[in-house]
T-cell receptor, first 112, second 115 residues
Framework: DAKTTQPNSMESNEEEPVHLPCNHS???????IHWYRQLPSQGPEYVIH???SNVNNRMASLAIAEDRKSSTLILHRATLRDAAVYYC?????????????FGTGTRLQVTL | EPEVTQTPSHQVTQMGQEVILRCVPI?????FYWYRQILGQKVEFLVS????????KSEIFDDQFSVERPDGSNFTLKIRSTKLEDSAMYFC?????????????FGPGTRLTVL
């Protein structure tokens, strides 16, 4: 499993953009990079994923480095509801049910 | 929007007792998973399940654990003889396909407390 390194915590003001970094230097060529978040007292929630190209969806954007050893989750305008622990998890394509491997994640605090 | 549901939300049991945690995955999903999270720790993979058999299991998933899809809708995790260290939040997840490009949908979890 690819190892990940994320800051323990980050803070943001509401309505400001947030860039959440992740290093995954041991990622293999076929691992997709997934981001999930966990709001307080809830199960993990899918945010976004990508392989090589940058990706956008209604929740966030994902910027993937050219060498794929790091990625950045971008929340364009943080709200109080985005306060959560954010996990990046490279996911090995096993050809069958692909497990998610969670690290300690980044706890995002959003303030008014 | 379809969602994964889990019952009960909280289960309290005595050490050595058997517990069954229940999950109803999203109806058209074919891949099912159990994860657990001990308080204050990481979310850990336990087992994945497809086509009525285990696809992969972690070291945590020893002989005390078993999974079953007893009918077309439920997916259960059984712990045969609970230990204090089994106290955790248990999350069920499902996905439409098994590839690493596919998102997993998680349930709200069952908090298991072993006394």
């Amino acid at each position: 499993d690819a190892k990940t390194t994320q800051p323990n915590s980050m803070e943001s003001n509401e309505e400001e953009p947030v860039h959440l970094p992740c290093n995954h230097s041991t990622i293999s060529g076929t691992d997709y990079i997934h981001w999930y978040r966990q709001l307080p007292s809830q199960g993990p929630e899918y945010v976004i994923h990508g392989l090589t190209s940058n990706v956008n969806n209604r929740m966030a954007s994902l910027a993937i480095a050219e060498d794929r050893k790091s990625s950045t989750l971008i929340l364009h305008r943080a709200t109080l509801r985005d306060a959560a622990v954010y996990y990046c998890t490279p996911t090995l394509n096993t050809g069958t049910a692909s497990k998610l491997t969670f690290g300690t994640g980044t706890r995002l605090q959003v303030t008014l | 929007e379809p969602e994964v549901t889990q019952t009960p939300s909280h289960q309290v049991t005595q050490m050595g007792q058997e517990v069954i945690l229940r999950c109803v995955p999203i109806s058209n999903h074919l891949y099912f998973y159990w994860y657990r999270q001990i308080l204050g720790q990481k979310v850990e993979f336990l087992v994945s399940f497809y086509n009525n058999e285990i696809s992969e299991k972690s070291e945590i998933f020893d002989d005390q654990f078993s999974v079953e899809r007893p009918d077309g809708s439920n997916f259960t995790l059984k712990i045969r003889s609970t230990k204090l260290e089994d106290s955790a939040m248990y999350f069920c997840a499902s996905s439409e396909t098994g590839g690493s490009y596919n998102e997993q949908f998680f349930g709200p979890g069952t908090r298991l407390t072993v006394l």
